[in-house]
Nanobody, 125 residues
Framework: QVQLVESGGGSVQAGGSLRLSCAASGFTFSRAYMGWFRQVPGKEREGVAS???????FYADSVRGRFTISKDIVRRTLYLQMDSLKLEDTALYYCAAGTTSRWGQLLRVGDYPYWGQGTQVTVSS
């Protein structure tokens, strides 16, 4: 059974940093493609960053240069390092996974069959 558990959210001032973690179980982690998404009330869930089976990393234009996605195969954990946070980064952040081998940018909600419960990030001025 696939499980994704996010952690690391919280409140931070603009310009600060947070690192989100997503602990994964129930599938072959090294083969998976994974991503981070975020959603604010009243808006659609949007892709933030993704990593494909072969280690490629892809970012939404709004976070490129500020966020870094990484995958620790030994710890079976996906990370999202968020630096230079802005007010508009405030959202509920979700981890997502697909268990088949895929490559390329995968930032659409429909690309992912498995989702975590989310962790809240709040950026204040």
């Amino acid at each position: 059974q696939v499980q994704l558990v996010e952690s690391g959210g919280g409140s931070v001032q603009a310009g600060g940093s947070l690192r989100l973690s997503c602990a994964a179980s129930g599938f072959t982690f090294s083969r998976a493609y994974m991503g981070w998404f975020r959603q604010v009330p009243g808006k659609e869930r949007e892709g933030v960053a993704s990593t494909d089976t072969y280690g490629g990393a892809f970012y939404a234009d709004s976070v490129r240069g500020r966020f870094t996605i990484s995958k620790d195969i030994v710890r079976r954990t996906l990370y999202l390092q968020m630096d230079s946070l802005k007010l508009e980064d405030t959202a509920l952040y979700y981890c997502a996974a697909g268990t088949t081998s895929r490559w390329g940018q995968l930032l659409r909600v429909g690309d992912y069959p498995y989702w975590g419960q989310g962790t809240q990030v709040t950026v204040s001025s």
